[in-house]
Nanobody
Framework: QVQLVESGGGLVQAGGSLRLSCAASGRSFSSYAMGWFRQAPAKEREFVAG????????VYTDSVKGRCTISRDNAKNTVYLQMNSLKPEDTAVYHC????????????????WGQGTQVTVSS
């Protein structure tokens, strides 16, 4: 079992930055790749970024490339999402998730999910 708790969301003006954190419980954190997803009102949950178990491989959706960086600290059981140059269209609830096997961009592949943290970007 892995429990995930996100933090770091908030209200920010366009062009600003936020750093999201996701703290994981349990001793098996390093055996999971991790992903960040977001869900805006009336929209499907979408993949934002993923990182491998060791942190040496990352992938991003096109809309955040160059603006977001995913990282992890296995000693602290934490994964991060640094978001810069935020845009109003980035407004959503951001969820972290843990995956053992499967496609990183697929919601159905993930084994555990956090409750999410709200990010609101004002224009």
């Amino acid at each position: 079992q892995v429990q995930l708790v996100e933090s770091g969301g908030g209200l920010v003006q366009a062009g600003g930055s936020l750093r999201l954190s996701c703290a994981a419980s349990g001793r098996s954190f390093s055996s999971y790749a991790m992903g960040w997803f977001r869900q805006a009102p009336a929209k499907e949950r979408e993949f934002v970024a993923g990182i491998s178990k060791s942190g040496d491989s990352t992938v991003y959706t096109d809309s955040v490339k160059g603006r977001c960086t995913i990282s992890r600290d296995n000693a602290k059981n934490t994964v991060y999402l640094q978001m810069n140059s935020l845009k109003p269209e980035d407004t959503a609830v951001y969820h972290c998730a843990a995956i053992k096997n499967g496609l990183w961009y697929s919601v159905a592949s993930y084994d555990y999910w956090g409750q999410g943290t709200q990010v609101t970007v004002s224009s």
